[in-house]
């Protein structure tokens, strides 16, 4: 049994619909294809169509959207913070192992 | 909140302000010369065209508060033994063995984990003792001291030493070790007897008496400020704040932790993310908090741990140095977990999941990797790339997000994935709500935000 | 109120004085130091002058029998002066100053009239004046005083409005009376200029700090109260610069009408974005110069502001940072907060009224500054005494009043 959802191609991409479907995967399997200016998703069902995993379908593609354009806008601020965080330890400008520079005497 | 609209600055500096104001804000259009407008440029909220100061202020008051993330990993928690002669119902790591060496800690991995704890940079260095019971391997408890202080003498960092115990083994040579060696001691304290003990079970039926007991002993023989207790919060507690903090009072102790109910156990078992009772979780909390602030008008100086933490956020920029209330997330960057096997874990609850099979969080073997591929991983970058609240929807946009944090492992046991959808998140749900609590009662009540003042400030 | 000034009863001068700055002796120093100094006479020891002192004054109502001496006599009003006392001298001998006082623990040097702020509550109102001798005689004054000198204050108008010469003169202080806690009061703009921030930090004295007064937490309160556009932002940069370069600064905030509102506004401004700086002194008003023509826009009871004092000394306080108060009346700050009361009007300011007869803690109180009877507070009340009222006291260490 299948039920069909539609996005429109302006506003969604094709990677966050498919992130979202993976983790659908254990409720359904999904043919995604490009239809005009909309995607267009079938969501085959093993047995009845359940309203509740198309809703949340629904939600987490919108979730997956949200997260990438978040991400990219965020990746200047996000890369300063956490390169701050491993400023002083050894580890990111050289691959030595700090810890075997440091002999107890 | 009753008509009244929060903004927060970028470095968590609030001001409210009524919603027609908030409209004229939101449109450009409130006036330049009004009071609220002078009130949000004070707080750099606003500026007027051309200003260029409070961009500098921001810039500042950002550096001091991301400053520590520099420090690194500080807390080095090291589980001396998984061994434990209690049988808690929702510990998930506890074994019932006297077969030392499948469990304990050996001096060798005890080594290896010293040499990554000094491998961070941190200039204060917390070595906490975890298990199981780490009293039940004293020796090695002693060895780590001694070889950490030895060492310290090169390293010259500030090293402290914490033992998480029940207290229930506490004797003579246990308080003479931490009397010679500076340690501290923490230790839990559910509420009242027939609580704790539920709980708790052991041998004898005993674990509040002993802990009560254990607690006594340290004020007196060792000081007051050398033991601290915390509670584990349970459905049975949330019916009875205001019986566990008297209890909390009677043994001398002047701070309590009322800390949230811990999802870990319940959600593995069912899978669910809908999980536990929020807003009974919240209830306790204002009652809680609501009868220390009127202990305190009475004259008896109890702080709240939580709101303590919290507050720190708000009202300055200063870090609590909380991790698990900080983005990004403290995995790894402020604490570091070495098990018993030389397992390293991104944090205690990683460690956790771990011992239900769920090894997401392990990040290497201190005999066989390397520090630095244990500290650059994808075990660890990605979870914590990933959860980064400045980059997650409705974290980005939320006014709380500089009072809030990150916790990968939470919503990946929770919603099995780092970042968590906050709108289904008990996280989530859980910080606002106390976040709400604690600005509406600072702004409606001048002790309350006195007192609140003097918490942030510790 | 002690008189600072007055005219010789008497002069007896055959020619201009050589100089404005004397230092009063009255032990017959050894003739090489006796440059600058003048000796006071002790009555009936007028047959046993020490000779070659270039001027000699004598105490009211006496005289020299000495045609050959340069003396002059001084006025009753001034006759409280002693030997460690620098008076300032016109040429003819006939206009004194004091400027300096040995039993104070609060002298202050006035540098200049000139201001480029124009404070409504101004109690030096600026004046457009060529007054650079004002520092000339700072700089003789500093070379007369005593090595071990204590404490040392410099104020206007706008000090920095002498750029490297004020820098030179407090690195004067620096070298010749080293144990010196050196007070500057300045609006703090010019230190928005790195390179005179950096002149300041090169007078390197630990003793040195500068007191900086902030009016609100955003341009347009603090602009008003100074009546100088683009002032909060100068004077904010500027602190911000001297903070980097690690100098002592004190935040004076003085409260009256228009800032008492903002007042609890100010302390967290203070607390969340200058968390670094070594003390803030919170002040009352003094009616007195500018203050008494603005007296509508100014004037407020300090009994009005009480509680927002309060919450905003014990917020700083909580933060880390050491708080005093100034010019305030015991009687009307709250209990909590006496503390913090500062005994800061500088002796010559300092009368009482007569609430203050039956008062169980005047001694610990500052009282008032003389221009008080222009106007004061309707709630002055004697406070009786009882066994639980306490009252520690920080005695002012550096100027307070604003002179």
């Known amino acids: 049994m299948s039920v069909e959802v539609r996005f429109d191609a302006n506003s969604h991409t094709a990677d966050a619909i498919q992130r979202a479907a993976y983790r659908f995967a254990d409720r359904f399997s999904i043919e995604l294809t490009q239809d005009g200016l909309d995607y267009r998703c079938l969501l085959h069902f093993a047995t009845e169509p359940d309203a509740a995993a198309v809703d949340d379908f629904r939600t987490e593609v919108l979730d997956q959207v949200l997260r990438e354009r978040i991400r990219a806008e965020t990746e200047g601020a996000r890369n300063l913070v956490l390169s701050l965080a491993f400023s002083n330890t050894h580890l990111v400008d050289d691959g030595d192992d700090p810890a075997d520079q440091h002999t107890p005497r | ?458 | 109120m002690i008189p600072l000034r007055g005219r010789a009863e008497q002069t007896n001068l055959a020619r201009p004085l050589g100089r404005r700055v004397w230092l009063l002796t009255g032990i017959p120093t050894l003739t090489g130091m006796r440059q600058g100094r003048a000796y006071l006479v002790d009555p009936g020891q007028e047959d046993v002058l020490p000779e070659g002192f270039a001027l000699y004054l004598t105490q009211p109502g006496h005289s020299l029998e000495r045609p050959d001496l340069p003396w002059l006599e001084l006025p009753e009003l001034l006759g409280y002066l002693r030997p460690g006392d620098v008076l300032g001298i016109s040429e003819d001998g006939h206009h004194l100053r004091v400027l300096w006082r040995h039993a104070s623990r609060q002298n202050s040097l006035l540098l200049t009239e000139r201001c480029d702020n124009y404070c409504l509550m101004c109690s030096q109102p600026p004046k457009e004046a060529e007054d650079g001798w004002l520092l000339d005689d700072a700089r003789e004054l500093i070379r007369l005083l005593p090595p071990d000198t204590e404490q040392i204050g410099f104020t206007g108008g706008e000090p920095t409005f002498y750029g490297q010469q004020l820098v030179e003169l407090l690195k004067l202080c620096t070298t010749l009376i080293p144990r010196a806690g050196v007070h500057v009061l300045s609006n703090g703009r010019r230190f928005a200029v790195p390179e005179f921030a950096k002149a300041w930090a090169s007078i390197d004295n630990p003793n040195l700090m500068v007191g900086i007064p902030i009016y609100g937490t955003e341009p347009s309160l603090h602009d008003y109260v100074v009546q100088a556009k683009g002032a909060f932002a100068e004077t904010i940069r500027g602190i911000l610069n001297l903070a980097e370069l690690g100098q002592a600064i004190e935040i004076r905030v003085v409260i009256h009408q228009q800032t008492a509102p903002a007042l609890i506004e100010i302390a967290e401004f203070i607390a969340r974005n200058l968390p670094f700086v070594d003390q803030v002194a919170l002040m009352g008003l003094e009616t007195t110069g500018f203050a008494r023509a603005n007296l509508d826009r100014i004037w407020i009871d300090p009994l009005d502001y009480a509680p927002a004092l309060t919450e905003a000394t014990l917020l700083l306080d909580y933060a880390g940072i050491r708080t005093m108060i100034y010019n305030h009346q015991l009687c009307l700050i709250e209990p909590r907060i006496w503390p913090f009361a500062v005994k800061s009007i500088s002796d010559w300011k300092n009368e009482y009224h007569a609430e203050c007869q039956q008062c169980s803690v005047a001694d610990q109180c500052g009282g008032f500054f003389s221009s008080a009877k222009y106007k004061v507070s309707s709630n002055i009340r004697a406070i009786p005494a009882e066994p639980s009222l306490h009252v520690t006291n920080v005695l002012a260490t550096s100027e307070a009043g604003a002179e």
């Open chain 2, 1 to 458: 909140m009753n008509g009244q609209v929060l903004l927060t600055s970028m470095v968590g500096e609030h001001v409210f302000i009524n919603a027609e104001e908030f409209a004229l804000l939101a449109d450009k259009t409130l006036p330049t010369d009004s009071p609220t407008f002078r009130r949000l440029q004070g707080k750099q909220i606003v500026a007027a065209t051309g200003e260029q100061l409070p961009l500098e202020l921001l810039a500042m008051k950002t550096r001091t508060r991301l400053r520590r993330l520099a420090e690194f990993t500080g807390l080095h928690m090291f589980v001396a033994t998984l061994r434990c002669e209690h049988s808690c119902p929702y510990c998930q790591v506890s074994r019932q063995s006297s077969d030392k060496r499948r469990f304990d800690m050996s001096e060798e991995t005890a080594l290896k984990a010293l040499q990554m704890t000094f491998a961070s940079p941190s200039r204060n260095i917390k070595i906490e003792f975890q298990g199981g019971e780490p009293l039940l391997n004293l020796p090695l408890l002693e060895f780590v001291v001694t070889e950490a202080v030895e060492r310290n003498e090169l390293e010259r960092r500030n090293l402290s030493f914490v033992i998480a115990t029940n207290l229930a083994l506490l004797d003579d040579e246990v308080i003479e070790f931490c009397r010679a060696n500076h340690v501290y001691l923490s230790t839990s304290l559910d509420g009242p007897a027939d609580l704790h003990n539920k709980n708790r079970p052991r041998p004898g039926d005993d674990s509040w008496e002993r802990a009560v007991a254990g607690i006594r002993r340290i004020r007196e023989e060792l000081g007051t400020d050398r033991v601290s207790a915390l509670m584990t919060t349970t459905e049975g507690s949330l019916d009875r704040s205001r019986e566990i903090i008297d209890c909390y009072l009677e043994q001398g102790l002047q701070e309590i932790f009322l800390r949230p109910l811990s999802p870990y156990g319940f959600a593995v078992k069912t899978k669910s993310h809908a999980a536990y009772d929020v807003d009974g979780w919240l209830a306790f909390y204002e009652e809680g908090l609501d009868y220390v602030v009127e202990l305190n008008k009475r004259g008896v100086g109890m702080v709240e741990r939580y709101a303590a933490i919290i507050l720190k956020k708000m009202l300055t920029n200063d870090d609590p140095g909380y991790v698990d209330l900080t983005s990004p997330a403290g995995i790894g960057i402020g604490a570091l977990v070495y098990n018993y096997d030389g397992d390293v874990y991104a944090s205690d609850e990683g460690r956790m999941l771990a011992e239900m099979n769920d090894k997401t969080f392990r990040l290497g073997n201190l005999h066989s990797d390397a520090y630095a591929d244990i500290l650059l991983s994808d075990k660890l970058l990605t979870p914590l790339e990933s959860s980064y609240a400045g980059s997650a929807p409705m974290c980005t946009d939320c006014a709380f997000e500089s009072y809030c944090g990150a916790d990968p492992v939470f919503h990946h046991a929770t919603q099995n994935d780092f970042v968590g959808h906050k709108a289904f998140s008990v996280f989530c749900r859980r910080n606002m709500g106390v976040f709400k609590l604690l600005l509406k009662r600072y702004e409606s009540d001048p002790y309350a935000r006195q007192l609140f003042r003097l918490w942030a400030n510790r």
